[in-house]
DNA sequence: TTTTAATACTTGCAAAATACAAGTAAAGGG
DNA sequence: CCCTTTACTTGTATTTTGCAAGTATTAAAA
């Protein structure tokens, strides 16, 4: 039998280049680690700093700037808890939407064309496979604790 | 339909924690990228720097740097290209060979745990759908074109 | 054969990313 | 009212990064 990581890593690997080159394209020029913060903020809910940071994997001082850079580019807004002050609520503003939007934009064209080398069954069982995968990665405790989806 | 890119971006941001995780643990203590340089010299034959930056995605001035001191860790050696003496070939050493070992190890005992919540179907089915979207990624032209595998 | 161009890689430098330690500010006990 | 905890920010020093410009080697052209 061949060498799972193997198969992980290189299809991991594809799909990291692939995030990394939808964010410098078409309008919007960030780097990946921002592209990422974008996101994660895009799909949660009243994120806290700490919210994003975790699943990103990046120290909360390094985040903190991040976001700080981030703010100064008018992408995200940070608003203090009124039940708690000490949280900040990230969100994105009218303009990082739309950079978030146009991100996933592009790389859905581009996973839509990977998947056009396939037969419509095959593309079912793929995504299948992934969201089991997912699953079980949600379950399993060795690892990755913190990512929700 | 849900979003495609989400089912990816979960998955992927997982499997790049568990590689982050496996750098720093059991006896190795590594970056990243050096995990990642490893892990491609020894998965090449005869790279050259060029080779293995490519599929990186990394900056070849910042790989050579990073070469460099891997080799100072003495766990890469270069060497000339005999027959074309600009190129240097890259190798593992002993160590370095230890070291990719050890990581690929814990990754796949990581992965099996992960595998271990699903029945052996769903396994084989999962694994069969991860080598389909390679060879669709490797087909596709838009994006990822330097990476083998 | 000399010159020119191309390739593979390396260094200079300046900017960005990173993380530890130490700080501030707010909330919750005791 | 103090003391602790939590959430986040700044000080500082190190590391990483990549463009520009360099060296060294090969290939091609004059």
Chains 1, 2 share one sequence.
Not at 85 to 95: A, K, W
Not at 115 to 135: A, D
Request: aromatic letters at 6%; hydrophobic letters at 35%; a neutral charge.
């Amino acid at each position: 039998m061949e060498n799972i990581r193997e198969l992980f890593q290189v299809m991991t690997r594809r799909f990291g280049l692939l995030n990394k080159n939808c964010c410098s394209a078409g309008g919007c020029d960030i780097s990946l680690i921002q592209s990422h913060i974008l996101y994660e903020i895009d799909h949660q809910h009243k994120p806290s700093m700490q919210q994003i940071a975790d699943p990103l994997g990046t120290d909360i001082t390094t985040f903190s700037r991040q976001v700080q850079s981030l703010v100064k580019m008018n992408l995200v807004k940070k608003t203090p808890d009124p039940d708690d002050r000490r949280f900040s609520i990230l969100s994105l503003t009218t303009e990082g939407k739309f950079i978030a939007t146009t991100i996933d934009q592009q790389m859905n064209a581009f996973l839509n064309e990977v998947f056009s080398h396939m037969n419509e069954f095959e593309k079912e069982t793929v995504i299948r496979s992934i969201k089991l995968l997912n699953n079980a990665m949600a379950k399993s405790n060795v690892c990755c604790g913190t990512i929700s989806g």
